[in-house]
Structure formats: C-alpha cells, structure tokens
C-alpha cells in the first residue's frame, strides 16, 4: 500500500500554464507560508523538518527569479501544484532538465524541487544536478 506521501506524489497535479497563474500560486502560498519541506531532488537529502518561514520565503523569492531568468518562453508550465487555492504539494521542474513532455522518452522525469506539507520520502532519481544549481541552493541557504 502507498504512503500518503506516496499517494499525494503521484496524483493529480495543476499547471501553471501561465506566469500569471505562478504569480497567484506564490502568492497563495506566502499567505499560508509555514510548514513547508522544501526538498532539492537528487541532490540534497530528504528534508526532516520545514523550512523556517523566512527561508520559505527567501526561496519563493529565489525560485520565482530563476525560473523567470532560466525558462525563456512566454509561457511557465513547468509548475504544478495539486490545489491552486490550497496547495499542500507544488512540483518545480528545472527549465534545463525537461526531457521529453509527452513522457515518449520512457525516462520519468521528476522535478528538481519538491514543496510539501506532508513529510517527503527519498525520489529516485539518476538526472544529473549541474554545479550551477548546486551552487545557487547554496547561496539561498548560506544567507538565511
């Protein structure tokens, strides 16, 4: 039997089609700022607690910049939560780690980061983390 993180994980997700609609999701979610595990795929260990919610919103702030800067399309669709109104699970893909979006690759591609509020479970993944991204979560977390 699956987990409910397990269950939440593999369920049914919204995109953020649009940058507008990221827009409202940070929103709502500097709103209900607290108890958020923030979870680096593949490169950090499963996080134990949540994230401070100054660092919260330090990384709100950092991932809405990179992801703007990095995904250089008019559009976003590459962030999913599972509720826009009252999220408890939000999927940040990595604009350098796509793959192939109708999933013909036969590689399941996982998002880079992971907010939740439901403790996290280890996610498998053999993607690459470039140094670039390694070294931007660092400076977002030497400064809180």
Sequence with gaps: MSSQFQQKYNGRFYNTLHWEQLDKLWGVLKENNSDWYVYFINHEEVPLVPLETNEFQIFLEEINVLLKEDHEYDYCGIVYADSFEHPTMVKIYDPHNLGASCGSSGRKIHP?????????????????????????????????
């Design 112 to 144: 880079r980061w992971l907010l939740s509020k439901i403790p996290p479970e280890p996610i498998e993944d053999d993607a690459l983390v470039p140094n670039v991204r390694k070294r931007w979560w660092q400076r977002i977390f030497e400064t809180t």
